[in-house]
Nanobody, 124 residues
Framework: QVQIVESGGGLVQAGGSLRLSCVASGGALRNYQANWFRQRPGKEREFVAAVSRFGSTYYRDSVEGRFIISRDSTKNTVYLEGTNLKPEDTAVYYC??????????????????WGQGTQVTVSS
């Protein structure tokens, strides 16, 4: 059974940067599609970014050019780096790894492993 743990969240000022980490145990992340979702206060969970088993990436429009998703196979880790952060980026960020690449992963519970999330807070 695969366990996912996110880390790297915290409090930053608008315009700052954070790098979130998604670490897997019990399985190799390189064998899975990897996605980041977030849940803003009072909002539904939404797709942020994805990286495929082959390295292809996909982003929601609001983070395109500011966020980068990447893999480090030697550390069994997927990263999400956010720059020029905005108050609207404040959310709990979740890593989801499995057989689905992109927004549809949120509906593919049978084939997706989720972490517990890490809080990102961006102040004005």
């Amino acid at each position: 059974q695969v366990q996912i743990v996110e880390s790297g969240g915290g409090l930053v000022q608008a315009g700052g940067s954070l790098r979130l980490s998604c670490v897997a145990s019990g399985g190799a992340l390189r064998n899975y599609q990897a996605n980041w979702f977030r849940q803003r206060p009072g909002k539904e969970r939404e797709f942020v970014a994805a990286v495929s088993r082959f390295g292809s990436t996909y982003y929601r429009d609001s983070v395109e050019g500011r966020f980068i998703i990447s893999r480090d196979s030697t550390k069994n880790t997927v990263y999400l780096e956010g720059t020029n952060l905005k108050p609207e980026d404040t959310a709990v960020y979740y890593c989801a790894a499995g057989g689905t690449f992109g927004p549809a992963a949120i509906k593919d519970s049978e084939n997706t492993y989720w972490g517990q999330g890490t809080q990102v807070t961006v102040s004005s």
